[in-house]
């Protein structure tokens, strides 16, 4: 059974208690469907499929939730990876609005799954706190109203006050407060989901890397190390951590990390410094993101970089991050840090869609991913089993090449920049 060792050393695996150790694949079955990845993604996209009927095997390179979905922030709330105004000027008010409805529409879906499906443990708090550094209580007004009149979504203002009675750092100056924002365990919601696939007869084949894709009759068939499937349709969901399966979905994406470290208990200490139960991102472009554990743990998130390899000293990076900010914490001890990566396309929006006849993509949903996996996740299948077409919305952000390792300098400069442009504003602003 267990088998959690194979996991990324992370809070979430330690924690994850006995779940099964799936087997390789080892016939040549054929399904109607053949979903690649059993991250979030892959999770929903195949759970939905076989809510309404069709055959699913699910294919996964190391272990169910192995990659970012079982190893981030845990924060659901509305909205992309990418700026919504962006969104919105270029889609246009209407389907730009839409677009943003569906983004809460994914958010709701896991909070539905977590409630339909019993899944123990896994929501562990309400609500989200976007926290400004900068002090500017004008510009946060604005943007709370901008929220409701661009997207009809309501947001509550919290002055200077106010925040640091929750928030209690001087960094803070107002904040917004989405009441429906929740947070999770990720890796736990993972396993919720697969086990219920497999309950609706859906196979999940784990240490299964899908190699090669070729047309089959009227299908694919995808070729593993172990054996071959065909299916009349492949849904790709490997995000930043496949490069050749279809290369030009992978040169479309860059593998962008961010990193978390938790805290070892400190319910007492933690009082003195954050008092709210929800979660909290500061609103500069590459921020810091923090929630209270169940048990009186922080998690703390931050960086950005297309650096790949794990620093050497990241635990001592995160932890001073979290005491520029709170340096009553000064006793915290660190229980763990880990990386993981994102894939990111240029546009900073995810990829979703049909590729070719009968082969589909979902990908690239960024730091921005609890809640448009799952929105992809039901998109694809209405499209593949209804021949729904909400997925269209999305069909102006396309797979333009990220540049490969140039690519990767260029949004390596381009998050320095942003976050010496955060450091400015945040310096003029008081
Ligand atoms: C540290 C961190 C913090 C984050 N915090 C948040 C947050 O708080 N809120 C939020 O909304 N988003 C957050 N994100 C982003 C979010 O986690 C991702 O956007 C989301 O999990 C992506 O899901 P996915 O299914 O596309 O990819 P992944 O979860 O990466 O899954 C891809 C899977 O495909 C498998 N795979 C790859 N190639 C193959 C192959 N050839 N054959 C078979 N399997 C293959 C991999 O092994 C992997 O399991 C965070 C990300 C990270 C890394």
Redesign the pocket.
Same mark, same amino acid.
């Given at each position: 059974m267990n088998a959690t060792t194979d996991y990324p050393n992370s809070y979430y695996a330690e924690t994850l208690g006995d779940v099964p150790k799936r087997s390789a694949l080892a016939d040549n079955p054929d399904v109607d469907v053949c979903v690649?990845?059993?991250?979030?993604? %892959?999770?929903t996209t195949a759970l939905e499929l076989l809510r309404t009927g069709k055959s699913v095997c699910v294919?996964?390179?190391?272990?169910?939730?192995?990659?970012?979905?079982?190893?981030?922030?845990?924060?659901? +709330?509305a909205g992309f990876?990418g700026s919504t105004s962006d969104m919105l000027n270029r889609l246009g008010r209407v389907d730009g609005r839409e677009a943003y409805r569906l983004s809460i529409d994914g958010m709701n879906y896991v909070r539905d799954q977590i409630r339909d499906l019993k899944m123990d443990d896994v929501l562990d708090g309400n609500g989200e706190f976007h926290v400004y550094r900068q002090n500017d209580t004008q510009a946060v007004l604005h943007e709370c109203e901008r929220a409701k009149v661009d997207l009809d979504h309501d947001l509550l203002f919290h002055n200077t006050q106010d925040t640091r009675s929750l928030m209690k750092s001087e960094r803070y100056h107002n904040a917004l407060y989405d009441p429906n924002g929740f947070?999770i365990n990720?890796l736990k919601y993972?396993h919720g989901l697969a086990e219920e696939i497999e309950r609706l007869g859906g196979d999940i084949f784990e240490d299964?890397?899908?190699?090669n894709l070729t047309r089959s009759g009227v299908g694919w068939k995808v070729s @593993?190390q172990t054996a071959d499937i065909t299916a009349h349709h492949i849904v790709l969901? @490997? +995000?930043?951590?496949?490069f050749?399966?279809y290369p030009s979905i992978s040169r479309a994406m860059q593998p962008v990390? @961010?990193?978390?470290m938790v805290t070892h208990p400190m319910a007492e200490l933690l009082d003195q410094a954050i008092t709210t139960p929800a +979660?909290i991102a500061d609103t500069r472009r590459a921020g810091d993101?923090y929630r209270r554990l169940p048990g009186g743990r922080l998690l703390w998130?931050g960086r950005i970089t297309t650096r790949q390899s794990k620093p050497f000293h990241l635990a001592e990076m995160m932890r001073r991050d979290m005491l520029s900010v709170y340096p009553q914490l000064n006793a915290a001890k660190t229980s763990h840090a880990?990386?993981?990566?994102? %894939?990111y396309a240029l546009h900073s929006m995810p990829l979703i869609g049909q590729v070719e006849d009968g082969l589909w993509m979902?990908?690239?949903?960024?730091?921005?991913?609890?809640? @448009?996996?799952a929105m992809a996740g039901e998109l694809i299948a209405g499209a593949i089993t209804q021949g729904d077409d909400r997925y269209k919305l999305f069909a102006s952000y396309k797979r333009n090449w990220a540049g490969g390792l140039i690519g990767r300098a260029g949004v390596q400069t381009k998050y320095w920049s942003m976050q010496l442009r955060d450091k400015f504003d945040e310096t003029v602003s008081h």
């Open positions: 690649i990845g059993a991250g979030l993604a %892959g999770l294919l996964e390179a190391k272990r169910v939730g192995w990659g970012a979905s079982g190893l981030n922030g845990g924060f659901v +709330s990876a947070h990720p993972c299964t890397k899908a190699q @593993t969901c @490997t +995000s930043a951590y496949d050749k399966l990390a @961010t990193y978390v +979660s993101y998130g880990w990386a993981g990566l994102m %894939g979902a990908t690239a949903f960024g730091g921005h991913g609890l809640n @448009t996996t």
